[in-house]
């Protein structure tokens, strides 16, 4: 085995992001092959990689100016577009720049390891050039994303799936939500308003609902105390915890119980007004502490 067949495919990274949250994305990939971060301005008359990536949160007229500038300094190299914001205008433009994929953040595991596996067969490739002078096809599934078939809604629900596994797993520990907003490639802000958009909820009353859902599970069929309850729940405070399950259910955790038990009707949930909203932000801000 040569040392050129089990060197890793090389990919030079270009940061067109407002938050520079590039290095989160390039750790995905850190373990399949050399990434290097190129600085910007960059000499691309010396650009030397098997795949370039240019990632963008919010493409801008300047962030796409410089993607066609680097094309023409260095069109035997292929380019990738990793990008956030998605539209199908966006998706054909990039298509006709002949940029080699075009990838909308954040990447499910199958995505991932579909592109994974073409760039290893493209530095194969390219490594084979001084050998072979024929054009080899690369099954990279060059068609449109998935994802520009699909409703808005989809778009949304797709781009945090992952997020939503994360949670369904976790929260019932302290979740943070500029972290996760960084695991998509996103700042935020836009995290906020997707996962809102996608989901009807906040997500610190996203994450409130679950854990009084589960609670509401534990009160209906376990014999467990009601503090220890809370505690199971994430409610590290059982003062917090009453006072939270009385906003959300309308009733005591002990007045659920009991009315559950005796087979009659529990107090419907309340409307959330503004001032129980606010209070619930407070509340699931607190539920670290």
């Known amino acids: 085995m040569t040392s050129n067949e089990i060197r890793k495919p090389s990919l030079l990274w270009f940061d067109r992001t407002h938050d520079r949250s590039t290095h989160e994305l390039i750790k995905q990939f850190e373990d399949a092959c050399d990434c290097r971060l190129a600085k910007d301005p960059v000499c691309t008359s010396q650009i030397q990689a098997d795949m370039i990536c240019i990632h963008f949160d919010r493409p801008d007229t300047p962030g796409l100016r410089m993607l066609l500038e680097i094309k023409r300094a260095a069109p035997t190299i292929p380019i990738t577009m990793f990008t956030v914001q998605h539209s199908e205008e966006l998706a054909v433009w990039a298509m006709r720049s002949c940029v080699w994929e075009y990838l909308v953040l954040p990447l499910s595991a199958f995505e991932k390891n579909r592109y994974l596996a073409a760039v290893a067969q493209l530095h194969k490739l390219r490594r084979r050039v001084n050998d072979q002078r024929k ?24 781009a945090l799936s992952n997020v939503q596994l994360y949670i369904d797993q976790y929260f019932r520990d302290s979740i943070d939500q500029k972290e996760l907003a960084k695991r998509c490639g996103m700042t935020t802000f836009r995290f906020s308003r997707l996962f809102k958009e996608a989901y009807g909820l906040g997500f610190t009353d996203y994450i409130l609902n679950k854990r009084m859902n589960f609670a509401k599970e534990l009160l209906d069929n376990s014999q467990m105390p009601i503090t220890s309850i809370g505690y199971e729940a994430g409610f590290k405070d059982p003062s917090y915890f009453a006072r ?6 309308n009733c005591t955790p002990s007045e659920y119980r009991l009315a559950r038990q005796r087979g009659v009707p529990v107090a419907a949930e309340p409307t959330q007004d503004s001032a129980t909203a606010e209070m619930l932000e407070s509340l699931v801000q607190s539920l670290g502490g």
Do not use: E
């Not at 080899?136 to 994802?147: E, F, K, N, R, V």
């Not at 939270?244 to 259910?249: E, S, Y």
């Open 244 to 249: 939270a399950f009385k906003q959300f259910a």
């Open 135 to 158: 054009t080899a096809q690369i099954d990279h599934s060059p068609t449109l994303p998935g994802s520009i078939r699909m409703t808005p809604g989809h778009q949304k629900h797709q």
